[in-house]
């Protein structure tokens, strides 16, 4: 099996970077939405990558009919692991969320860190997910 790693795609000089969230992926495997829809209007010239957390969140909610298509997408990516730093991080962001009286969930606490450190723009239908990096969202404006 061939997995890219972040490590492994070089940030070049001003290249963007963007972070696709779960139901994204999701939306395409279930041919709800083709990732394309998603990308279209997106700069080609882009590294285009997932969290670990985000490749645990899609393979645990694939069905056996998904499988090759699933790993086929999720091999195609840059992921970005779930570093010391982006831990850190996390649980920075799920304290200060917490102490103002929201409840987020860890993982896409997990997500919105590697977002911030890897200064990607995240793409999801779920932007209520992420208020702490509202400015650092992409929405798809088709339905999902």
Same mark, same amino acid.
């Given at each position: 099996?061939?997995?890219?790693?972040?490590?492994? /795609?070089?940030?070049?000089?001003?290249?963007?970077?963007?972070?696709?969230?779960?139901?994204?992926?999701?939306?395409?495997?279930?041919?709800? /939405?083709?990732?394309?829809?998603?990308?279209?209007?997106?700069?080609?010239?882009?590294?285009?990558?997932?969290?670990?957390? +985000? /490749?645990?969140?899609?393979?645990?909610?694939?069905?056996?009919? &998904?499988?090759?298509?699933?790993?086929?997408?999720?091999?195609?990516?840059?992921?970005?692991? +779930?570093?010391?730093? /982006?831990?850190?991080?996390?649980?920075?962001?799920?304290?200060?969320?917490?102490?103002?009286?929201?409840?987020?969930?860890?993982?896409?606490?997990?997500?919105?860190?590697?977002?911030?450190? &890897?200064?990607?723009?995240?793409?999801?239908?779920?932007?209520?997910?992420?208020?702490?990096?509202?400015?650092?969202?992409?929405?798809? +404006?088709?339905?999902?």
């Amino acid at each position: 099996m061939c997995v890219r790693f972040a490590a492994a /795609v070089p940030r070049a000089g001003n290249m963007l970077t963007y972070l696709i969230d779960s139901d994204i992926l999701i939306n395409h495997l279930r041919r709800r /939405v083709p990732l394309r829809a998603y990308l279209g209007d997106l700069k080609s010239v882009a590294r285009y990558g997932c969290s670990t957390i +985000v /490749v645990a969140e899609v393979y645990s909610g694939m069905r056996p009919s &998904e499988e090759t298509a699933t790993r086929q997408l999720i091999e195609g990516l840059a992921h970005f692991p +779930v570093t010391t730093p /982006v831990a850190e991080k996390a649980a920075e962001l799920r304290r200060r969320l917490g102490k103002a009286g929201n409840t987020i969930a860890l993982d896409d606490c997990l997500i919105a860190a590697t977002a911030l450190l &890897e200064k990607a723009t995240l793409i999801t239908g779920n932007g209520k997910h992420y208020p702490m990096i509202t400015d650092k969202i992409t929405q798809p +404006v088709y339905p999902l």
